[in-house]
């Protein structure tokens, strides 16, 4: 499965939009992306997940650009409870398992 | 609620010492995976069962092993306990592969 790279940590102010980027150049034509995150010590939530359209689901929306090569998870009116750790996973579609890096590290802020 | 559910939720224990952790998967999904998370180490892969047959393994360890039974319920066995197991267990089950519903977790403390 491919290699996601995805910044340590990033702010967002309460009520504004939280654009959380992943990148996965490596990414091949089977691979869907996945989002997932985990608020502190809970288990993982899974959020969207696409391949190459553009999705939309009643928690966020997944951009996704042309080449595939990266990505972009939106949560378009963040709050305080979604602080967490987002990550972002590479899997091929009905193989493999989800193998969860580092992730980002959201903090939204009153 | 992800509709898994993991007992005990806590589990105090002493170095070689075994213990089992259980998962009651949603209703319907055949598949169940384990998951250990230490603060070190992240969130790793251990193994996946699929309708009571071993699917994949990631890294589990030889003194652990898990099973999975004719009613799905799963269970993972750890024995000759270290300190260094101490972690959570995440629990995971699914229908469709990638879209996992986590349990809240087993914390293991071994001291």
């Known amino acids: 499965d491919a290699k996601t790279t995805q910044p340590p940590s990033m702010d967002c102010a309460e009520g504004r939009a939280a654009n959380l980027p992943c990148n996965h150049s490596t990414i091949s034509g089977n691979e869907y992306v996945y989002w997932y995150r985990q608020i502190h010590s809970q288990g993982p939530q899974y959020i969207i997940h696409?391949?190459?359209n553009n999705e939309t689901n009643e928690m966020a929306s997944l951009i996704i650009t042309e080449d595939r090569k990266s990505s972009t998870l939106i949560l378009p009116h963040a709050t305080l409870r979604d602080t967490a750790v987002y990550y972002c996973i590479a899997l091929a579609g009905s193989q493999g398992n989800l193998i969860f890096g580092k992730g980002t590290k959201l903090s939204v802020k009153p | 609620d992800s509709g898994v559910t993991q007992t005990p939720k806590h589990l105090i224990t002493a170095t070689g010492q075994r213990v089992t952790l259980r998962c009651s998967p949603r209703?319907?999904?055949?598949?169940v995976y384990w998951y250990q998370q230490s603060l070190d180490q992240g969130l790793q892969f251990l193994i996946q069962?699929?309708?009571?047959?071993?699917?994949a393994k990631g890294n589990i360890l030889e003194r652990f092993s898990a099973q999975q039974f004719p009613d799905l319920h799963s269970e993972l066995n750890l024995s000759s306990l270290e300190l260094g197991d101490s972690a959570l267990y995440f629990c995971?089950?699914?229908?469709?592969?990638?879209?996992?519903?986590f349990g809240e977790g087993s914390r293991l403390t071994v001291l």
């Open positions: 696409g391949l190459k």
């Open positions: 995971a089950s699914s229908v469709l592969a990638g879209e996992l519903f």
């Open positions: 209703s319907g999904d055949l598949s």
């Open positions: 069962y699929y309708n009571g047959e071993e699917r």
